[in-house]
């Protein structure tokens, strides 16, 4: 069974940054389109980012500006680089990787922004 492994969550203040990341078990990030998800409190699941196999990413309206996704192939990670965090961001962010019928999740990291 595939795992997808999240870190670089923790507590931050208002304005400030993180950066996640995530790498996988045993597949290839170069062959997945690999995401970048929230859930807070009481809400529904979002994206936050994607990016695509051929490098095209989209973003989520409230992040555009703020966060950016990235891969380093040589390390088979996704990254998501987070500044000028608000108190709106804090939520478990979880990584996502899909091909074809296959479609992995994490267990998601917690953020949490202090105001």
């Known amino acids: 069974q595939e795992q997808l492994v999240e870190s670089g969550g923790g507590l931050v203040q208002s304005g400030g940054s993180l950066r996640l990341s995530c790498t996988p078990s045993?597949?290839?990030?170069?062959?997945?389109?690999l995401g970048w998800y929230r859930q807070a409190p009481g809400k529904q699941r979002e994206l936050v980012a994607s990016?695509?196999?051929?490098?095209?990413?989209e973003y989520g309206d409230s992040v555009k500006g703020r966060f950016t996704i990235s891969t380093d192939n040589d390390e088979n990670t996704v990254y998501l680089q987070m500044n000028s965090l608000n108190t709106e961001d804090t939520a478990v962010y979880f990584c996502?990787?899909?091909?074809?019928?296959?479609?992995?999740w994490g267990n998601g990291t917690l953020v949490t922004v202090s105001s």
């Open positions: 996502n990787a899909v091909r074809n019928d296959k479609n992995y």
């Open positions: 045993r597949i290839v990030f170069n062959f997945y389109t």
């Open positions: 990016i695509a196999v051929g490098g095209h990413t």
